[in-house]
């Protein structure tokens, strides 16, 4: 019963540092989609506001500091280890639904960079990423864990969160096997950001409502978003 209640309280932990990850990751990119574009368009996979990726990445990195802390090893190899590991989740995730026909990112237009999936300058930016987390949030976040272990009742919401991730999961799996059909018949690759950007723009142009949470649940059928985005691909590719 022991080793049942500790795995459960482990899964939890996860679960918070997940969804603590997820959360700040969706903001992040939110502002980043603002400022680059001029709008707010909800980024990511997913319709809710968080990006599982980041929630993975904090995952990683928290289980990484606390490890070294334990052995005491040097922080640097600590933080180098950080940035790989980031850099090998963006590229698990990318090859995944690139593989789709689908891109979430797009890193193309830098040197280096494998398949527009992972480049040097973004190693860079997750280890400084790793440092700064490791130096100044590390321990906000391990005292928020332990506040977390003696507040059992947050559990809860945690059982919610996780609750809800999981259906937006099922929704938007739907619709990615849509897009992902399209790609496919086509022999294209579809830029996520830039189709809900493409949808954005369509219903500025046309003032009718935009809805941000649902981007790809329209006044017009995906089918028709979709045959228009690629339109724009090829003429802009023809200039």
């Known amino acids: 019963m022991d080793d049942i209640n500790s795995m459960f309280g482990h899964f939890l932990l996860f ?3 997940f969804f603590l990850g997820s959360m700040v990751g969706w903001l992040i990119e939110l502002v980043f989609r603002r400022i680059y574009h001029k709008k707010f368009v909800n980024p990511g996979f997913l319709v809710g506001p968080y990006l599982p990726i980041y929630g993975f990445g904090l995952c990683i990195i928290t289980f990484i500091h606390v490890f070294f802390e334990d052995y005491n ?3 640097f190899v600590q ?3 950080m ?3 980031m850099t090998l989740l963006e590229l698990i995730g990318g090859l995944i639904f690139l593989k789709q026909g689908v891109r979430l990112w797009d890193y193309r237009d830098r040197k280096f960079n ?3 999936v992972i480049c040097p300058t973004f190693t860079i930016i997750w280890t400084a990423v790793g440092a700064f987390y490791n130096f100044f949030l590390a321990s906000h976040v391990l005292d928020a864990i332990n506040w977390f272990t003696n507040n059992s009742l947050f559990s809860y919401f945690l059982g919610l ?3 809800v991730i999981t259906i937006d999961f099922l929704y938007s799996t739907r619709l990615y096997k849509k897009i992902k059909k399209f790609a496919k018949n086509n022999s294209v690759d579809i830029m996520y950001e830039k ?3 493409s949808i954005k723009e369509f219903q500025d142009n046309t003032k009718e409502k935009y809805s941000f ?3 790809f649940k329209q006044t017009r059928s995906l089918l028709d978003y979709l045959s228009d985005y690629i339109d724009k691909n090829q003429n802009k590719g023809n200039k």
Do not use: D, H, Q
């Open 15 to 17: 679960v918070f540092v």
């Open 73 to 75: 090893l040097n922080e």
């Open 79 to 81: 933080i180098i280890l």
């Open 83 to 85: 940035g790989l590991c």
């Open 114 to 116: 494998y398949k527009g």
């Open 161 to 163: 969160f996780t609750g």
């Open 195 to 197: 189709l809900k950007l």
């Open 213 to 215: 949470i649902m981007p």
